[in-house]
């Protein structure tokens, strides 16, 4: 399995501030992720952080408000921008273990940043 | 640590049991299921999966079960010990076509609270 760190484990803000979130994996995965876990509620997938290129965002989310960096296949930061108090929730990073084929296929997440906008 | 599982259901067992908790999907199309335990502070840890070729599939101590038919997925922990208390979610996938990979959709969660 793949072991996930994320850096800061929690922070609190400002609002109008920005936060970068951090994401190390201590293998290559071709796949990682980024989710967003509300208080009080399930998770919701951000975008897929692509290795090289720019991330593809699920609806409702957008690259000014969470840009996203993947500079290798071990490595991706968030960063949350201007932020406001609706923007308090904890992010996770999740990546894909295994062959994509479907073989052997496992998705697990990082510890988690928890994030309090004031 | 903060409970994130504040407004969730909840199931409430003695220390021996066994635990049934439940989910329902709603995406016909989906072909992997994940189920995932998240305790407090934590991320969610991984525990079993199955594909939608399967309709049973055991680990240690847990069953997953899944009918397609009325797109239920129950996950089964037998012996429940405290250290199981947590809130545990429901996951599903498309891998058909292969552009779906990682993208979960999350069920609401349950709550298992395990006493002594």
């Known amino acids: 399995s793949a072991v996930i760190s994320q850096k800061p484990s929690r922070d609190i803000c400002q609002r109008g501030t920005s936060l970068t979130i951090q994401c190390q994996v201590d293998?290559?995965?071709?796949?990682m992720f980024w989710y967003r876990q509300q208080p009080g509620q399930s998770l919701t997938l951000i975008a897929t952080a692509n290795q090289g290129s720019e991330a593809t965002y699920e609806s409702g989310f957008v690259i000014d408000k969470f840009p996203i960096s993947r500079p290798n296949l071990t490595f991706s930061t968030l960063t949350v921008s201007n932020m406001s108090p609706e923007d308090s929730s904890i992010y996770l990073c999740?990546?894909?273990?295994?062959?994509?084929?479907?073989?052997?296929?496992?998705?697990?997440f990082g510890p988690g940043t928890r994030l309090t906008v004031t | 640590g903060e409970s994130v599982g504040l407004h969730l259901p909840t199931l409430s067992v003695q220390e021996g049991d066994n635990s049934i908790i439940n989910c329902a999907y709603s995406n016909s199309a989906s072909d992997y299921f994940i189920w995932y335990k998240q305790e407090s502070g934590k991320g969610p840890q991984f525990i079993i999966d199955?594909?939608?070729?399967?309709d049973k599939r055991q680990g240690q101590r847990v069953t997953v079960l899944l009918n397609k038919t009325v797109k239920h997925l129950s996950l089964q922990i037998a012996a429940t010990q405290p250290g199981d208390s947590a809130v545990y979610f429901c996951?599903?996938?498309?891998?058909?076509?292969?552009?779906?990979?990682?993208?979960?959709?999350f069920g609401q969660g349950t709550i298992l609270t395990v006493h002594p």
């Open positions: 999740s990546v894909v273990w295994g062959d994509r084929g479907g073989v052997i296929y496992e998705q697990y």
């Open positions: 293998s290559q995965v071709t796949m």
């Open positions: 996951a599903e996938n498309t891998h058909a076509g292969g552009t779906s990979y990682g993208k979960l959709t």
């Open positions: 199955i594909r939608s070729n399967m």
